[in-house]
T-cell receptor, first 116, second 119 residues
Framework: GAGVSQSPRYKVAKRGQDVALRCDPI?????LFWYQQALGQGPEFLTY??????LDKSGLPSDRFFAERPEGSVSTLKIQRTQQEDSAVYLC??????WGQGQPQHFGDGTRLSIL | AQTVTQSQPEMSVQEAETVTLSCTYD???????LFWYKQPPSRQMILVIR??????QNATENRFSVNFQKAAKSFSLKISDSQLGDAAMYFC????????????????FGKGTHLIIQP
């Protein structure tokens, strides 16, 4: 596609439910990033993929958060047993290069997750 | 760990005027990249301008320019001839040039400045 696509755009879940957020990066992009943006804050890094390899998951806040990119293209961020503090916008970004070259990331529109 | 500070939660400027958004950062590294991103209500982060720390020349992109002061660890964004479409949240971001492969490879963002354009 022309840009990074994320779905759903909005997700409402009850506390304790599992959710899955999808990111479809720009075709051919090697690097993929997930960020969490709480209300009124800047995005915070969650995890990074280079193709299908998850090279950095240091930003995942707990073991309830899990991300995968099995074929090196589409990625899914899964949150198990959701809690109210998980409410945020989840942004996905991709880059055509192996990270470390300072190239800018291309962001999607994000998924706004609300936990009731 | 690196930190990015944007001390202005909100700024307002008249259309066609010039406005400067401030950003400071803290790092012990000598080589890194700095970015300004714009986030309109649609939520998509749009790159405004990028600066490489080893370059002394300030980056410019049409009406957008930066004042990069490496010693002071300051990276302000100047928007000239402000337009209604410039209204958005603006985020300053930092990225190390060191490729760790296993460390925190993402961007470090500030909390943002909400820019209001008065017609």
């Amino acid at each position: 596609g022309a840009g990074v696509s994320q779905s759903p755009r909005y997700k409402v879940a009850k506390r304790g439910q599992d959710v899955a957020l999808r990111c479809d990066p720009i075709s051919g992009h090697v690097s993929l990033f997930w960020y969490q943006q709480a209300l009124g804050q800047g995005p915070e890094f969650l995890t990074y993929f280079q193709n299908e390899a998850q090279l950095d998951k240091s930003g995942l806040p707990s073991d309830r958060f899990f991300a995968e990119r099995p074929e090196g293209s589409v990625s899914t961020l899964k949150i198990q047993r959701t809690q109210q503090e998980d409410s945020a916008v989840y942004l996905c970004a991709s880059s055509p290069y192996v990270w470390g070259q300072g190239q800018p990331q291309h962001f999607g529109d994000g998924t706004r997750l609300s936990i009731l | 760990a690196q930190t990015v500070t944007q001390s202005q939660p909100e700024m307002s400027v008249q259309e066609a005027e010039t406005v400067t958004l401030s950003c400071t950062y803290d790092t012990s590294e000598s080589d890194y990249y700095l970015f300004w991103y714009k986030q309109p209500p649609s939520r998509q982060m749009i790159l405004v301008i990028r600066q490489e720390a080893y370059k002394q020349q300030n980056a410019t992109e049409n009406r957008f320019s930066v004042n990069f002061q490496k010693a002071a660890k300051s990276f302000s964004l100047k928007i000239s001839d402000s337009q209604l479409g410039d209204a958005a949240m603006y985020f300053c971001a930092y990225r190390s040039a060191r490729y760790s492969g296993g460390g925190a490879d993402g961007l470090t963002f500030g909390k943002g400045t909400h820019l209001i354009i008065q017609p």
